[in-house]
């Protein structure tokens, strides 16, 4: 599930729908939970299902290191790659802002680390880097980690109205990892290496 303070947006031609924040999202911020209503689909089921379902999937799914295609039952499935983005995936099934985020501002992904299946050019925003690739996550999961590890034992110090949806085992962990009792997993947990 998607923060509660966003809305689908038109954003252009180029680039379509986004999800916008309606109102204040500071840095630190749980802004997505995968939930019990997301759904997983195994390879072989979406193999299966006619050319239209599987359009559809491979637009809104992100697959991961199990190599299951994951659909977001909410508006989570329009979040845009940045380069740049403002949030950022864990290794725990929920992403962080690690920017703050203004109302009328996208929360953005890097899809880097969604184990894509083919490269995709991305929108040209300045950056060295000009293409997705499907190992992304292998080369830059020490810079997100990096990013990651700066914020993410302040999370039990903000209010997250998303907390409700982390399993208890996942929030025990935050804590842990905020108390400096256990160091926190690398988002490289979240790599399909193309085996079962």
Not at 35 to 50: C, G, W
Not at 53 to 73: E, G, P, S
Not at 142 to 152: E, G, N, R, S, Y
Request: charge should be negative; charged fraction near 25%.
């Amino acid at each position: 599930m998607v923060h509660p303070k966003t809305e689908l947006k038109f954003i252009n031609n180029e680039i379509g729908l986004g999800v916008v924040a309606t109102e204040f999202i500071p840095a630190v911020t749980i802004t997505w939970v995968l939930d019990k209503l997301d759904r997983e689909f195994a390879p072989t089921e979406l193999q299966n299902m006619e050319p239209l379902y599987q359009n559809i999937l491979d637009t809104y799914c992100f697959r991961n290191n199990k190599d299951n295609f994951v659909l977001c039952w909410d508006n989570s499935r329009y979040v845009n790659h940045s380069f740049n983005s403002n949030c950022l995936t864990t290794a725990y099934d929920f992403e962080l802002a690690i920017k703050d985020s203004y109302p009328g501002e996208q929360l953005t992904d890097d899809y880097g680390y969604l184990n894509i299946p083919q490269p995709f050019k991305g929108v040209d925003e300045g950056t060295r880097r000009k293409v997705v690739y499907p190992d992304d996550l292998l080369r830059y999961y020490k810079v997100w980690d990096k990013k990651l590890l700066k914020i993410f034992g302040k999370i039990p110090k903000l209010d997250q109205p998303l907390q409700q949806l982390l399993p208890d085992n996942v929030w025990n962990e935050i804590l842990t990892v905020s108390e400096n009792k256990k160091e926190m997993g690398s988002i490289l947990k979240n790599y399909y290496n193309g085996t079962d």
